[in-house]
């Protein structure tokens, strides 16, 4: 109970709170408060606290030098802090199902200076950071944990170069995927890597995850067509690792370090992005499975073939029955989708296609659907990239949230993983529901869980241990292009571990330390 209320400024109140035999003075920030409050009130650990019958929520209230930093922000980037709390109750979550706590202020920089003199401040104070771009990230790792201050990077949205010559494109952190294709289309240019969230997904976060997407198979990740980086270290400094150049060759790759360091050594404030000529032809095929092995052997013999496919992708009969009743599209009776697109010169396309087709029609399959249509073409690629929004209508209640996973195998392996996780869901009574890009062997294993109901949580978490066992016993990883985040930090261990290589997140944790000493970028992230 509180023992003790003293009036130390206008609207700030000491409290001093008796718990379980000792005292601890909390300071709050109170905008209206009744005269002469009553010493008959209590709270709880969620800062509720009943006053004269009137129930208040507020925040502790932080430390001065805290609140001097946050006032000193608001000076570097005038009009670009939140620190209204209705403001900031948007932020407590991003794509996943974790939830942060509310940050001291949500600060919105246009340039990297006003980055810079942001990062400079908070690692003076000791403040975490956690930078921010589209909030899609399906492993928390845009949430804040504990105190600190959220970096919301969509102000600098600028395209600032585009060569189709030199074949680049430089733009800051905040523009969307599929805003930079719009622009780059009408140079007949595209930037190959496409996640699922492309609408809403920002180059700096495509950069801090490494993220994959449809076209992998063909273009591979985002590792792969990122040339150089302008970025923030914690300590202020403005750096820039690599440049414009197919070919940099200055000392260690430090370009590849930040890309998929999940926000935890630096916040990028610009990317010199490889940028490719748009496909001449694209044809989409499309073929039915009844069972998962006759899928497998169509890709392996395509995959052994002349051709190889731009897009190879999969779904189950539960995502398709998902996405049916989320769409105008319609499905026959099968139990998997097989989804390939094909690009080539427009004049060998047919061969090309028809090569294809003859190996799909060589496993089985219920019936082979292709098109170069483009409406039909881009119903089907919206579909498959709107599974896992579909499979979130698809839940069983109010309390289900969706958790994807992430494993890859080598893609032959794939047949026998499926089938394994199949088998391993029903038998530990997880519902699930599979779809992912089968031609680079990710499986995203869609697992319907309330995590108010204990039990079924922790059964859900030991499938999705055991699931990415599975995976790494096929030569595969736990992760392939969502990150680590807060999920998968124990799964990162269990990688390592099972490859007799825990030093090598020793390293991690040593380029962790060297680059950001005070430990104030993204916390909690990677990590455990």
């Not at 109970?1 to 009036?7: A, D, H, Q, W």
């Not at 010199?272 to 032809?281: Q, T, V």
Request: hydrophobic fraction near 40%.
């Amino acid at each position: 109970m509180i023992t003790s209320l003293i009036n130390i400024v206008k609207f700030r109140y000491t409290f001093t709170v008796s718990t379980g035999g000792s005292e601890t003075s909390l300071e709050f920030n109170v905008p209206h408060f009744p005269s002469e409050p009553s010493v008959s009130a209590f709270a709880d650990s969620m800062h509720r606290f009943i006053i004269h019958n009137t129930e208040l929520y507020f925040d502790v209230f932080p430390p001065c030098g805290i609140m001097d930093a946050v006032s000193e922000i608001s000076r570097i980037v005038p009009g670009g802090v939140l620190t209204v709390r209705e403001e900031l109750l948007p932020y407590l979550s991003d794509a996943s199902h974790f939830e942060g706590d509310i940050p001291l202020a949500v600060v919105f920089p246009a340039t990297a200076g006003q980055v810079s003199g942001i990062l400079r401040i908070c690692n003076s104070q000791g403040i975490a950071v956690v930078p921010r771009g589209g909030g899609t990230s399906l492993t928390g790792a845009s949430v804040l944990r504990g105190k600190g201050i959220i970096v919301d990077m969509l102000r600098m949205n600028r395209i600032t170069e585009i060569s189709t010559t030199d074949k680049y494109a430089a733009c800051e952190p905040g523009v969307r995927i599929d805003d930079l294709n719009n622009i780059l289309s009408k140079h007949g240019h595209f930037f190959p890597p496409d996640p699922g969230s492309s609408i809403a997904a920002t180059v700096g976060g495509v950069i801090s995850t490494n993220a994959g997407g449809l076209r992998c198979l063909r273009y591979g990740t985002t590792k792969d067509w990122v040339l150089g980086i302008e970025a923030v270290l914690p300590d202020g400094s403005i750096v820039q690792f690599g440049n414009r150049t197919l070919k940099s060759r200055i000392g260690y790759d430090m370009t590849s370090l930040v890309v998929g360091s999940e926000g935890t050594l630096c916040i990028v404030t610009k990317a010199f992005l490889k940028i490719a000529n748009r496909p001449e032809a694209v044809s989409r095929i499309v073929a039915y499975y009844s069972d998962i092995s006759s899928l497998g052997k169509a890709v392996s013999d395509i995959r052994s073939g002349n051709v190889q496919p731009l897009v190879a992708e999969f779904l189950d009969r539960k995502t398709m029955d998902a996405v049916s009743k989320s769409s105008s599209i319609s499905f026959p009776d099968a139990s998997f989708m097989l989804l390939l697109d094909i690009e080539a010169p427009a004049e060998a396309m047919k061969r090309y296609s028809d090569e294809v087709v003859s190996a799909l029609s060589a496993s089985s399959p219920i019936s082979i659907v292709r098109t170069d249509n483009e409406k039909e073409m881009q119903a089907l690629y919206m579909a498959r990239k709107g599974a896992y929004s579909s499979l979130l209508k698809m839940r069983r209640s109010p309390g289900d949230s969706v958790l994807i996973g992430d494993v890859v195998v080598p893609p032959s392996s794939l047949s026998a993983v499926l089938s394994e996780i199949s088998e391993l869901a029903e038998k530990m009574g997880v519902y699930t529901a599979l779809f992912g890009h089968i031609g680079d062997g990710n499986i995203h294993a869609n697992m319907f869980v309330n995590f108010g109901d204990r039990e079924e949580a922790q059964r859900v978490d030991d499938f999705h241990t055991r699931m990415a066992q599975i995976a790494l016993e096929h030569g595969g990883s736990v992760s392939a292009e969502h990150g680590i985040g807060i999920e998968k930090r124990k799964l990162l261990e269990l990688e390592y571990s099972y490859r007799h290589s825990e030093m090598s997140i020793e390293v991690m944790r040593s380029i962790k330390r060297a680059i950001d000493p005070n430990g104030i970028m993204n916390p909690g992230k990677v990590f455990i």
